[in-house]
């Protein structure tokens, strides 16, 4: 996820720009750049880090002239965060420049075709294969920019939102968007463009909503927009935003948490960007060709990642038949762990800060183990200390609490699992392409599920307000569910929570059971369903109230059934863990607690 903003006015543009990506930096924050055209001369300035270190280089420049500008502040996905890797990106002859978010899936075919044309790349990225195709369409459309720009788009596969920006047209940007956000400001003799409200906030309220496949052409005066593919004209409607600034930030939903729930159907489409074969709908992962499948997997995690990693234990060893260990980072790094050296160690992280699995990396490259990471953040520790990366391209996580970062984290394990079992032969052409096609189908489905379950969850925080305890059960993979519904309750409402795999019920923890102490039961439609009945029938006769997750047509008969759609095999987790989410989330925000920054907690445990 990245910040972007473009200004079209009366004012000095690159002041206002930098101001706008101070507002998005949330949204990125690897490195930075601005783009304007002043005297005849387009110029490009960048930096890496932070946007202080942009601001910086800005000092010591006349930069006040320009009244038309674009910036972008970068979280990296193709290429290392380095500045020749910032945005914006030029051109090889120096005439365009563009910003961009998302991903160019057939970059390296562009480039190579670009190539063999005489073009010289200066950095990594894809962004800079896409302005290239710009420039040169350009010279096929005699130097029409919009029909450069739409023939350019006809030959770009994957998910953008892009800013254009022409020496030769200064006072205008072009802009278009497929499945990354974009969004246009109307003001009075001044237009903006940002991927998301806050950037151009303090300036307008009238915003206009653009839709994927289609570009606007923007002026201080006008601004227009038009299908990218037909350049037909399309009709558009103004509408008045009365968000404050912090609210606007949060996209208009009352904490980062809430909006990060719900922004888990993009993770789960962000995460397949790029990584499955539309012909053949087998899974590629090519960042991991090199490495053998492992005779034997060490996963190392903490916290969230620990329970993604232990839910991912039960997939690798189903369909992969790689024998899994998963183990609590703080632990591993304190003991004696035999380890082989057929094995191979995958450590999650969402930050890939942690520094209790920064350790187990360490420990296990000494004991001459490769280590694959699995985090969200490019150029973190552990990404920098691995052997191989496999990024869950999440976005920033903002709230203390993680969600999406576990969905976007099932989600890569998920892929791992069916790339391994396929080079393992342990699983068809036929079973992989199955669940594939059924996961393409999953966001759209948790889109429309995600306002009911949010409903179900505020029914349910109200009724169970004044509970002090729960009790979590879950058979198979949904035991690690379990374990995260308990641990969201417990760190964000601070209500005391157990997960228990259900058939450990009957060994201790039933002793708790009775009319004030509810359990909350993961219990769908699989191969376990049966065993969980029996569980929640022995809790019913100590007269325990039961919430549970389930499908609707099982003979289920508890107090509080909350109905999922129905979802193949381990699919089924990507529809079960917004729902507890939910049901923390509204628990504590009902009881008022700081849902995004609970007590005693940090985003990333850099220290022991």
């Known amino acids: 996820m990245c910040g972007i903003i473009g200004y079209c006015g009366h004012r000095p543009a690159v002041p206002l720009v930098v101001e706008g990506l101070r507002r998005l930096e949330y949204r990125g924050y690897d490195s930075a750049g601005v783009s304007f055209v002043q005297a005849g001369q387009l110029s490009v300035i960048r930096a890496e880090g932070k946007l202080s270190a942009l601001e910086q280089k800005l000092a010591t420049m006349h930069v006040f002239s320009a009244t038309s500008g674009m910036g972008h502040t970068r979280w990296a996905t193709h290429g290392v965060p380095v500045e020749r890797n910032a945005h914006p990106h030029r051109d090889h002859s120096g005439r365009l420049a563009i910003i961009h978010n998302g991903i160019i899936e057939n970059y390296e075919a562009l480039k190579a075709e670009l190539t063999a044309k005489g073009c010289e790349f200066r950095s990594d990225t894809d962004s800079e294969v896409l302005v290239n195709l710009i420039a040169e369409c350009l010279k096929a459309t005699g130097g029409d920019v919009m029909q450069a720009l739409s023939k350019a788009l006809g030959r770009a596969e994957g998910a953008y939102a892009i800013v254009l920006m022409s020496v030769d047209h200064p006072g205008t940007l072009w802009a278009t968007r497929v499945a990354s956000p974009l969004v246009m400001g109307v003001g009075t003799g001044e237009n903006f463009l940002g991927s998301d409200i806050p950037a151009f906030l303090p300036y307008t309220r009238d915003v206009v909503f653009l839709e994927d496949g289609e570009l606007v052409r923007l002026t201080a005066s006008s601004w227009e927009v038009f299908r990218a593919d037909t350049l037909e004209p399309v009709a558009k409607t103004v ?123 360490k420990l296990a490259k000494s004991r001459g183990l490769p280590v ?30 993680s969600t999406k970062a576990m969905c976007s984290q099932l989600a890569a394990l998920l892929l791992l699992t069916l790339y391994w079992g396929r080079r393992k032969g342990t699983m068809s052409e036929d079973s992989c392409a199955g669940l594939v096609s059924e996961l393409q189908t999953l966001p759209k489905i948790l889109e429309d599920a995600l306002p009911s379950l949010r409903a179900s969850a505020l029914r349910l925080a109200k009724h169970f307000a004044e509970t002090t305890s729960f009790l979590f059960l879950g058979r198979g993979p949904n035991f690690p569910l379990a374990l995260e519904g308990a641990l969201k309750l417990k760190e964000i409402s601070y209500i005391h929570a157990e997960g228990y795999a259900a058939g450990e019920m009957k060994h201790g923890p039933i002793a708790l059971i009775d009319p004030h102490f509810p359990t909350f039961a993961i219990a769908l439609d699989d191969e376990f369903f049966p065993k969980v009945k029996s569980n929640l029938v022995e809790v019913q006769a100590r007269a325990g109230e039961i919430v549970a997750l389930t499908n609707e047509g099982l003979d289920l008969h508890v107090e509080h059934p909350w109905l999922l759609p129905r979802a193949t095999g381990p699919l089924a987790a990507f529809l079960t863990l917004p729902a507890l989410q939910l049901f923390a989330y509204e628990m504590a925000d009902y009881l008022g607690k700081d849902v995004d920054q609970p007590r005693n907690l940090a985003k990333s445990v850099t220290v022991e």
């Open 239 to 361: 509408s008045r935003i009365n968000w404050d600034v912090q609210a606007a930030e949060k996209g208009g939903y009352k904490h980062f948490m809430l909006k990060e729930i719900f922004e888990q159907p993009k993770v789960i489409r962000d995460c397949l960007l790029g990584r499955i074969d539309p012909a053949t709908s087998q899974v590629r992962l090519p960042e991991l060709d090199a490495l053998p499948v492992p005779e034997r997997l060490h996963i190392v995690a903490c916290g969230t990642s620990f329970h993604a990693g232990l839910w991912g234990l039960y997939l690798l060893e189903k369909y992969a038949k790689i024998p899994v260990q998963v183990e609590i980072a703080s632990e591993f790094r304190y003991r004696e762990p035999i380890l082989d050296k057929s094995g191979v160690v995958l450590a999650i992280s969402q930050s890939g800060e942690t520094m209790d699995t920064m350790a187990g990396i």
């Open 372 to 401: 694959i990471g699995l985090c969200n953040v490019v150029g973190s520790s552990i990404a920098r200390e691995s052997d191989y990366v496999l990024y869950s391209q999440a976005g920033p996580e903002i709230s203390v609490a």
